[in-house]
């Protein structure tokens, strides 16, 4: 069990204005206090392995739920004056709001299957579900930047005495951007706000010349894919689309001492 908070970053406070009336005169408001966001949550799981520890068993339950979210929105500050009427817009917390997480994950270690053949297999599997409370609209079913599914396999192998090769498998199902706001944008434009699923795979070649002394190359996105990538911290200067690197490599060497 868990419990910590994420104190307000002076970026929102920065990048909250005031508008006075219809001439959209701003300044910066500095009247606003925010509160920071507090996040509970916990685990529970069980693991089974055999006597050679050859084979080694997961299954974990996890659960994660944030209070007091920090949003962007727009706010009228004096409703009983119509005269005086002040509009705020930035980021400011909604009491209301929530972004509640809970998934299964199940873990597979998998090594000296094939007798006199050094191969490793790490197998990751995890499902997850939530929902997100967005201000003033409505509850979304599922939390944004989130993906339903996510699967990950690591291999190890030895190919001759001295070369290994290393093998990382990383699937994700599609989810829902950070940049939505409300479940109302979502629903009037759902592909704008979807980040497509997408698979990758990142490969090292590791030759051990000496105890000490290896040379290795290591090939990023090895099929040349594009996807989105991180969707970021959700405020108004994220990219709409961030793409990460296609296919690249390097080679280096290292030395133990």
Same mark, same amino acid.
Request: aromatic fraction near 16%; charged fraction near 20%; glycine fraction near 6%.
């Given at each position: &069990?868990?419990? /910590?908070?994420?104190? @307000?970053? =002076?970026?929102?406070?920065?990048?909250?204005?005031?508008?006075? $009336?219809?001439?959209?005169?701003?300044?910066?408001?500095?009247?606003?206090?925010?509160? @920071?966001?507090?996040?509970?949550?916990?685990?529970?799981?069980?693991?089974?392995?055999?006597?050679?520890?050859? +084979?080694?068993?997961?299954?974990? &339950?996890?659960?994660?739920?944030?209070?007091?979210?920090?949003?962007?929105?727009?706010?009228?500050?004096? =409703?009983?004056? #119509?005269?005086?009427? %002040?509009?705020?817009?930035?980021?400011?917390?909604?009491?209301?709001? &929530?972004?509640?997480?809970?998934?299964?994950?199940?873990? /597979?270690?998998?090594?000296?299957?094939? #007798?006199?053949?050094?191969?490793?297999?790490?197998?990751?599997?995890?499902?997850?579900?939530?929902?997100?409370?967005?201000? $003033?609209?409505?509850?979304? !079913?599922?939390?944004?930047?989130? =993906?339903?599914?996510?699967?990950?396999?690591?291999?190890? /192998?030895?190919?001759?005495?001295?070369?290994?090769?290393?093998?990382?498998?990383? +699937?994700?199902?599609?989810?829902?951007?950070?940049?939505?706001?409300?479940? %109302?944008?979502?629903?009037?434009? @759902?592909?704008?706000?979807?980040? #497509?699923?997408?698979?990758?795979? !990142?490969?090292? +070649?590791?030759?051990?010349?000496?105890?000490?002394?290896?040379?290795?190359?290591?090939?990023?996105?090895?099929?040349?894919?594009?996807?989105?990538?991180?969707?970021?911290?959700?405020?108004?200067?994220?990219?709409?689309?961030? =793409?990460?690197?296609?296919?690249?490599?390097?080679?280096?060497?290292?030395?133990? %001492?």
């Amino acid at each position: &069990y868990g419990k /910590a908070f994420r104190q @307000p970053s =002076p970026y929102y406070r920065y990048n909250t204005f005031i508008a006075q $009336g219809d001439n959209f005169l701003t300044e910066q408001n500095i009247n606003i206090t925010l509160l @920071p966001e507090i996040t509970n949550s916990f685990e529970v799981g069980s693991s089974w392995h055999n006597e050679t520890e050859d +084979v080694r068993l997961e299954a974990t &339950y996890f659960y994660s739920q944030t209070n007091n979210l920090i949003s962007f929105d727009q706010i009228v500050i004096d =409703p009983d004056d #119509p005269s005086n009427r %002040l509009l705020g817009v930035g980021y400011f917390n909604f009491g209301e709001t &929530y972004a509640k997480l809970q998934g299964l994950q199940l873990s /597979a270690y998998l090594k000296n299957l094939i #007798p006199g053949f050094y191969f490793q297999n790490r197998l990751h599997v995890q499902y997850a579900w939530g929902e997100e409370e967005l201000p $003033g609209i409505g509850v979304l !079913d599922q939390v944004r930047a989130q =993906p339903a599914w996510t699967f990950q396999w690591l291999q190890e /192998a030895k190919i001759s005495q001295n070369i290994y090769l290393h093998l990382h498998h990383l +699937v994700h199902s599609s989810s829902i951007s950070r940049r939505a706001n409300s479940l %109302l944008e979502v629903r009037q434009d @759902p592909e704008q706000y979807d980040i #497509p699923g997408y698979y990758n795979l !990142d490969a090292v +070649v590791r030759i051990r010349l000496t105890d000490n002394f290896q040379v290795y190359s290591r090939f990023n996105n090895v099929f040349n894919n594009e996807y989105f990538g991180i969707d970021a911290t959700g405020t108004s200067d994220d990219l709409i689309f961030n =793409p990460q690197s296609k296919f690249w490599f390097l080679m280096g060497v290292n030395y133990q %001492l």
